[in-house]
């Protein structure tokens, strides 16, 4: 098996460069508020969300036992 490097993509971006010049070069525009980043429509109902968290938790207790 090859070490980790050899399945790792080369970016092309300086070594040390800010992270604002990457943004910067991406596009990608700072979250100024949460409201942003909510999407009370990703659930069709409270049951839908309240069985994905379930899982969720359940999921991340798996290793623990």
Known sequence: MGEITD???EWPVER???TEE???Q???ASVTSLRE???P???DSDEDYDE???DLYASRRADIA
């Open 37 to 39: 980043l909510a999407h």
């Open 26 to 28: 991406q596009g990608v």
């Open 41 to 43: 429509e990703l659930w």
């Open 16 to 18: 040390d460069m800010p």
């Open 7 to 9: 399945r790792v993509p």
């Open 52 to 54: 994905f968290l379930t």
């Open 22 to 24: 990457l943004a910067r």
